[in-house]
């Protein structure tokens, strides 16, 4: 009798066995498909184009999420981050100057795109946001940037 008992218990073990090679040639299969793509050429961007129209408003909650760090939740270069910067040595614009920006769109878009060292390290660079941001977002931040000298002026 006691063979009776033992089959289902064989049978378990078995396709646990069966379950779990199964996992590990999955597993394997991603690694490879990961492998194939690094350093390819064809490696895409991590962002999806969002398709929406380009927005000061969205502008907004992208430079608070992703600018203020720095640049400070008005632009003037003095965000959390600037409690680290060489002292002295660091240059940020202060983006509530209207000179600062006015007439160079296309350079700021550029130069958002893909950041910018002027200063040699440990001084902060200006990260390159190609990556991580849209076209539509990046031009959506630029177009609330531009609004922070007005609002300076206001407060
Ligand atoms: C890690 C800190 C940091 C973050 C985060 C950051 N910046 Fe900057 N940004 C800088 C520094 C430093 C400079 C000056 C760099 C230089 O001139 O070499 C700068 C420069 C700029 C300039 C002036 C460029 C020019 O051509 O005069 C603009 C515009 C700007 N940043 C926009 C942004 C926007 C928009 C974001 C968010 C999407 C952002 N930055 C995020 C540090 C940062």
New binding site residues.
Partial sequence: MTSFKTIPLLAAMLLAIAGSSLDAEAKDEGKSVGKENMGSESAKPHFKPTGKPVSAAR?EA??M???????GIY?K?D?P?SAY?VPGG????D?TVAQ??AG?DK??I???RE?????PEP?????Q?KY??SDE??RS??A??KTLPARAAKK
């Fill in positions: 502008g992208i430079f999420d992703h600018c203020a760090l720095c640049h632009g270069g965000g981050r910067f660091q240059y940020i614009p983006m600062v920006l160079r350079e700021l550029e130069n958002i950041g910018l060292h002027r200063l001084s902060y660079v200006m990260p946001f991580i941001l977002e990046i931040v630029l609330y940037v």
